[in-house]
């Protein structure tokens, strides 16, 4: 089985996030880059099915230089090999055309799954492996919290707002899974010394044979026109429980005409 | 006026709250013209689409369509986009919403904005990015803007017209019949309202304790006609079922009352609740990273605080 996991480089969980005057795009530099969350349950799932299936794993990412660490922490877990695409072009790629270069560097390497996280924690849309599966005319089973391949059939579970869908498919397959999957491995010392041996190929917009103004800011089909910071919330009023904890709720809630 | 197109959000007959939301904002930009896809498109369901002014319900009933998730969706919707050559496509902000409106945009070379709250007449969306702590204004500036919509951002506001129902027959690829929907996994859900809809939220965590601790958080929720959430901590551990979690990977609410308890307010839980109007926090630990997001919160045992709150609602009906 060869599997890819797409994974992103997103500015760490905790840190404040801002876009910048200039641009209106993230401001990436400011914040440590950390590989986001859900992408650890992509690598975690893909591990375990070339554990059981035998197969290998390539972790695929786009991104600056730097997101190479990422590339590195994604492979540590285990994986066999990656593939970074990165040239200064891409900065301020929209969805539409990170989906086109990830579906331009996923093509023709006959991945019998691409595995990703269903969300990222920085632009949190969720349709970047829609979009893949889409252009890729592959079958698309996202926000799986569960998955099971037999021979060449793919059994998924589909998380709903009404409870799960089962799902089923032929690989190849494209799947994005939520966190409730699995839990992912840290990287053991030996995986992390021998990541440091694995195949990275570096890939640019021309390696890809994309047109260079399909990709970047000035090629997003969707603008900004402005921002701001949300004021910050006023300070609310914390007291402490004294038998009255409750009541006191209740008055707040009476005077905010709640009840 | 042109079309504007809005892709029902339902299940079975029962029409989501923000299909009426995502009615109401079409009428701003134009000629509201919904799609629904599936079953389940009755008399009294298109008397109240038209309630809040479709006038015009396109239905697409086959087993293509029910079968095989997303890929046919967006098949029939970029096909509409082609021919109806609509002003905007609205659709909610659902995993089905998301990916179907995905999809339909690189099929139809339509640019796709995420997450809106608010839709001016000329398409500039409103969005609340990284946790409500940036507005950000932007635009579709390539064919026809896909707009997906948060629920409860916009309210629903009836309009009466007759709705008109079409039913149009689509020739659905191979290609987008690769994965098939076995079975449908159906939670019972009671009478509580919907999570993502309600306006009032009671939400439970690690704190609670167990199974039988959601008890007093239920309780709270029946007395404000509230849904239930849960943190992670506690759909985890099987207290409460997986899809009443809010949070990053779970569910995105914006009540105007969200009531956390026993939840310590992890970025991933504030992630889905952030946006909520007025937030309220029983935790007995004053250091609890939530109380910084409470409009009113108190340090205490929620063993001692939610019955007593309850108590008291009930009273004050
Ligand atoms: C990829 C990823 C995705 C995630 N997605 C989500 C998500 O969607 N939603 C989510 O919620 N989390 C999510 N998490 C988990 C998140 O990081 C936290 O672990 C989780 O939210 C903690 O839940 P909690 O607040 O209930 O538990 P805890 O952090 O353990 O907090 C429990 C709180 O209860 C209080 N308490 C205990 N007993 C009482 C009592 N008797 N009365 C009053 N207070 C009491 C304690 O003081 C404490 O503050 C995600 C994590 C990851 C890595």
Known sequence: MKIAVCVKQVPDTWAEKKLKADTSTLDRESADGVLNELDEY?????????????????????????????????????????????????????????SAVLAKALEGRDFDLIVFGSESTDARMSVIPAMVSERLGLAQVTFAQKVEVEGDTLTAERVTDYGFDTLTATLPVVVSVVEKINEPRYPSFKGIMAAKKKPVETLSVADLNLDAAAVGAGAAWSEVADFAARPPKAAGVVVTDEGAGGTSIADYLTTSKFI | MSDVLVLAEHHGTEVRKVTFELITAARDLGTPVVLWLGSGCDDSTLASLGNFGATKVLVVDSAEVSDH?????????????????????????????????????????CGIITDA????????????????????????????????????SVSAVPE?????????????????????????????????PELAEA???????????????????????????????????????????????????????????????????????????????????????????????????????LFAVVPQLTEEITQRK
């Open chain 2, 199 to 301: 306006d009032v939220v009671v939400s439970g965590g690690r704190g609670v304790g167990g199974a039988e601790g959601f008890g007093v958080i239920e309780a709270l929720a029946d007395s404000l006609n509230a849904a239930v959430g849960a943190s992670r901590a506690a759909t985890d551990a099987g207290w409460y079922p997986h899809q009443y979690q809010v949070g990053q990977t779970g569910k995105t609410v914006s009540p105007s009352l969200y009531i956390a308890n026993g939840i310590s307010g992890a970025i991933q839980h504030r992630a889905g609740m952030q946006t909520s109007k007025v937030v309220i926090v029983v935790n007995k630990d004053p250091e609890a990273p939530i109380f910084e997001l409470a409009d009113y919160g108190v340090v205490g045992d």
């Open chain 1, 42 to 98: 992509a690598v975690e799932l893909a591990l375990q099915l070339v554990e059981a299936n035998s197969g290998e794993v390539v972790i695929v990412t786009m991104g600056p230089e730097r997101a190479a660490e990422t590339l590195r922490k994604a492979i540590s877990m285990g994986a066999d090999a990656g593939i970074h695409v990165v040239d200064a072009g891409l900065g301020g790629s929209d969805a539409i055309a990170t």
């Open chain 2, 117 to 152: 709250v608010a839709i001016a007449p000329d398409l500039t969306v409103t969005q609340n990015v990284f946790g409500g702590s940036t507005i950000v204004h932007s635009k579709v500036n390539h064919g026809t803007p896909i707009i997906t919509l948060r629920p409860n």
């Open chain 2, 160 to 192: 009466s017209v007759t709705a008109v129902i079409e039913h149009i027959s689509s020739d659905i690829s191979d290609g987008a019949q690769l994965v098939s929907i076995v079975n449908r996994n159906v939670v019972e859900k009671g009478a509580r």
């Open chain 2, 69 to 109: 998730p997303v890929a046919p969706g967006a098949e029939i919707l970029a096909s509409l986009i082609g021919t109806m050559q609509p002003a905007a496509v609205l659709v909610a902000s659902s995993a089905d919403g998301k990916e179907i409106g995905a999809r339909a945009a690189i099929k139809s070379n």
